[in-house]
Each structure stands twice: as structure tokens, then as C-alpha cells.
């Protein structure tokens, strides 16, 4: 199955999805002929760079999964006031098939996905001093962005056996055209993890440290560790997380001291990655995306607000409180307050919330005890270390709540950790995405997830 072409996006949705990108500044080397494409070292580079603005559209990386996390996981911190219907539905846990949301995630997911296996089709023609890295930077988009499809569509890893339970089609073999629909299967949950990891391994070994603001090593680390997380293998997790952490301190990154500083504002301009940042998509006034910014800030739509049932969790003099704001009368995270804010996928204090709760679970002090990372988060947000006596996984988990709210971090964590959306089970089908209708009418061999 996962080297049958993935063809089922019908074309007028495909070309639909290429014509209102305002993300993607280059030609859709998806839809090109082979003969006119990727015969030379600049056309894959070309092509490398429409990978990273494919992935980072509003429907993908620029935050629309990320946003349906925080609703699904949405059990009265959150006041969803908006007009699209298709968050309405994820916020009640009602998702329709037919949900253009879902089927949009999915259809760039696989966009995605098609570019990268045509870079990588290509990497004979690449520089030799530079293939490897290509290869690395290719690879970490790949399997970030099967890892966000099988989490979103399909059972949590330990939800009953990966191995039996389906997952997301893989697909390593690109197409140049669009053509009809083959009809693959939806791989194992199981055999998408692997698929992951492989391309996450092989990326660590093959980006540098420092690349401006694309993948690097510390960045295919730290995706590494939040897989790793997700599946609860803590032993793996703990080690990949400090691999990240040390060797992104190696190369000048570095927690902001004051965490409203890992949330850069301006005016009018783009703002740069912070020290912070181990992987970011970049917005700036002529391309990308921030549905965070349009969603979550009173100066975008605003359509999310904040409720008492969040902020009564923060102890007093807590930093990360005082970074929420007030206008119209409701309240607002400042976390993307700013119109060309770039979307944080991985920052560092994640990091080290992983290291700690990874260690924690494993009895394990790898890089440093838990009580000592869980304290590096704490002091920066200005509270009171804790004591060893304080120190258990609800303290490290409650922490990683604080510190990473609205990030869309949420449900994922909800469903690893076995814990409830109000009166809803972690394990609930309503908790996880459909396969949409248009892709199941085009292909009859994709199965539908229980409860749709």
C-alpha cells in the first residue's frame, strides 16, 4: 500500500486549494509535468521551499488543526462565539462528514505530503554538498504531517491495538499530474507511527543544527520527542526531548526570560523567530498564515475567547496569567495578539515539560531530574519552585496545561493522558475526525471511522 499513488483528491478541490493559497509563492511543482520539473539542483530547492509554504497554510500548519484541537478538547475554559459552522461542530462534538474543515485538513495534508515525494523523487539531481540536507528538511515535513493526520484521524495510539486499528493512507511515490483516483487503503495507526519515526531519524541525522528559520536537527528532535510522547514510549522521549534541548542551547537557543517575550508583537512588520522557537512557520504581511491570530485575538475575528474556568487555574503572580487581556469585555490569550505573529509548532519550554514528564513516568533523570525542569518553567513564569514533596505527574501535567494553553496541544494530550472532555471519554469517536465523504466517494477502499 505505501508506494500505490495517492490520487483520490478530486481536481477541482485540488486546484482550488492551489488558487487561494496565498501561502504558496511558487509554482505547485505537484502540477507539473515531470518533463518540466525537478531536472535541476534549483528546480528541487524551489520545490523544497513550496513544501514549507504548502505546510504551513492556514489549513494545515497555519493553525486550522491546531484551533479544532483546542474546541474538541473544549470542556468550559473556552467560549466559542464564531460563525463557522464547521468550529461549531467540533466545538459540540458533532462532526459531520461532510465537514469542509476536515476535508480541507486532510486534502493539504496530503498536498503536503505529494510535494515532499517529489523532492525526494529528485534528490539524484540535488548538489552533492547539499542532498542530505534536502533529504533531512523533506523528511521532517513528511512525517510531521502524517503524524497530525493519523492523530487527527484516527484512534490514539493507545487506544486499543495500533496494529489492527486503521489509520491515514501512506504514500511515498509523487505524482506531476492529476489523474484519476487509485484505490488505496488506509494504512495501520501502527504502521504510520513507524513511518514517522523512520523519517524523523533519518532527518536528525541530516540537517544541521542551525538553519534559519527552517527545520533543523533540534527541530526533528523535538518532533521526535513529541511523537515519542504521544505514544508513550518515555524512555525515548525523555532522550530525544534532552538531545533537543542540548543541542539547541549548543546553537543559541535559549528560554526568553520573560514569557511574554517567546510571544513577539510590532505594527507592521513580520517578526523574527525568538531564541525560543525550534521550528516556526513564518508570517509576514505578503505570505502566511496565523489562525491562531484569527481566531484567538480580539484583533482578528475574535471568535474565542477565554472563560473563568482557565484563569482559576493559575496560582497568584503567575506570568503566563497577566499575559491575558481584555477587550470588548472578554477575555483574550496574548499568545498571538499580533497580526503577522508566526505560528509556534515547537518552542523549547515544551522541551523541557516533555524531559520532565518523560523522566517522571520512567523513574529516569535524563539531562536533569524532573523537580529541576518542571522548576526552570516555573521560575520563568515568576512562581515559587517546588519541593520535591510537590513534585507528581497531576503537578507536571497541570504545568504543561499552563504553559502551553492555545497552542493546540489539547486534545492530543487529553486522549495520551486517558482523561475527558466534560462527560466524553478520551477514546470517543467524537473526538476524532471523520475520512471525509469526498475522498470516500472517490475511493471506495477507504474505510470510515466507527460512529460516522
Known sequence: MRNNFYKILVSAALLATLSCNKELNTVPTQSIDQAAALNTSSDVLVALTGCYADLGGSRFYG???????????????????????????????????????????????????????????????????????????????????????????????????????????????????????????????????????????????????????????????????????????????????????????????????????????????????????IFAMQVTPSSGANSFQTFFSSTGRGDIQIKPAHTALYEAGDARLAFFYTSGGSLFTGKNSYLYSNVHILRLAEMYLTRAEANFRAGAAVGDTPLNDINVIRLRAKLTPLTAPQLDLAAILKERHLELAFEGHAIHDIKRTQGSVGAIPWNSPKLIYPIPSLDRTANSNLSQNDGY
Not at 171 to 192: F, G, H, Q, Y
Open 63 to 277: 493553525g486550522y488543526p491546531f484551533v479544532a484541537s483546542e474546541l474538541l478538547a473544549n470542556n468550559g475554559e473556552l467560549n466559542w462565539s464564531g460563525t463557522f459552522q464547521q468550529f461549531t461542530q467540533m466545538n459540540n462534538k458533532a462532526i459531520p462528514v461532510d465537514n469542509s474543515f476536515v476535508y480541507d485538513t486532510w486534502s493539504t495534508g496530503y498536498i503536503v505530503i505529494n510535494d515532499v515525494n517529489n523532492v525526494l523523487s529528485a534528490l539524484a539531481v540535488v548538489d552533492s554538498s547539499k542532498r542530505d540536507q534536502v533529504e533531512g528538511e523533506a523528511k521532517f515535513i513528511r512525517a510531521s504531517a502524517y503524524f497530525d493526520l493519523v492523530r487527527l484521524y484516527a484512534k490514539s495510539y493507545n487506544d486499543g491495538d495500533p496494529a489492527a486499528n486503521d489509520g491515514v493512507p501512506i504514500v511515498l511515490t509523487p505524482t506531476r499530474a492529476i489523474t484519476a483516483a487509485s484505490k488505496v487503503k488506509r494504512n495501520k495507526v501502527s504502521e504510520v507511527y513507524a513511518q514517522v519515526l523512520s523519517d524523523l531519524t533519518a532527518a536528525e541525522t541530516k540537517i544541521p543544527a542551525k538553519n534559519s528559520f527552517y527545520a533543523t536537527k533540534v527541530s526533528a528532535s523535538g518532533m521526535l520527542a513529541r511523537v515519542y510522547l504521544q505514544m508513550g514510549d518515555y524512555a525515548n522521549a525523555a532522550a530525544a526531548a534532552n538531545r533537543a534541548i542540548t543541542t539547541g542551547l549548543a546553537n543559541g537557543l535559549a528560554l526568553k526570560t520573560a514569557f511574554a517575550d517567546a510571544f513577539p508583537s510590532a505594527s507592521t512588520t513580520a517578526s523574527a523567530n525568538t531564541t525560543e522557537d
